[in-house]
């Protein structure tokens, strides 16, 4: 297994969890890493990135002001923290690694070629 999330749960609408990936070496290396969504019925959707270096970080709409993506490259772990959570925050949620150029971002599902096995957020109302 490359990439291991875990962090997930049930919370009531307004609470926190925090999101944790790891990964190996050979995944994580020079990647951009990921975090998307894909709620009950839907497609998979992307919530966050963040470049090699940590210094650039990329949020779908809804999550900015409420969610922050972090690395520690030492450790080879990357976290969500997900604050103010609402219902339509549920769903599996996967971690993901996409090879990258020096300072280099996306969001295009596309481009992450590495997927963790996902896990389960449930917000409640």
């Known amino acids: 297994v490359q990439l291991q999330a875990s ?9 926190s969890l925090r999101l944790s990936c790891a990964a ?4 994580f290396g020079m ?5 998307f969504r894909q709620a009950p019925g839907k497609e998979r ?10 210094t650039r970080k990329i949020y779908e709409d809804s999550a900015k002001g409420r969610f ?7 450790r080879g772990t990357v976290t969500l923290q997900m604050n103010s959570l609402r219902p339509e925050d549920t769903g599996v949620y996967y971690c993901a690694a996409g090879s990258a150029v020096s300072g280099e971002i996306y969001r295009s599902i596309s481009r992450f070629d590495t997927w963790g096995q996902g896990t389960l957020v449930t ?3």
């Open 7 to 15: 962090g997930g749960g049930l919370v009531q609408a307004g609470g």
């Open 45 to 54: 959707e992307f919530v966050a990135a963040i470049s090699w270096g940590g």
């Open 24 to 27: 190996s070496r050979r995944a």
């Open 123 to 125: 917000v409640s109302s």
């Open 68 to 74: 922050a993506i972090s690395r520690d490259n030492d």
């Open 31 to 35: 990647s951009v890493m990921g975090w």
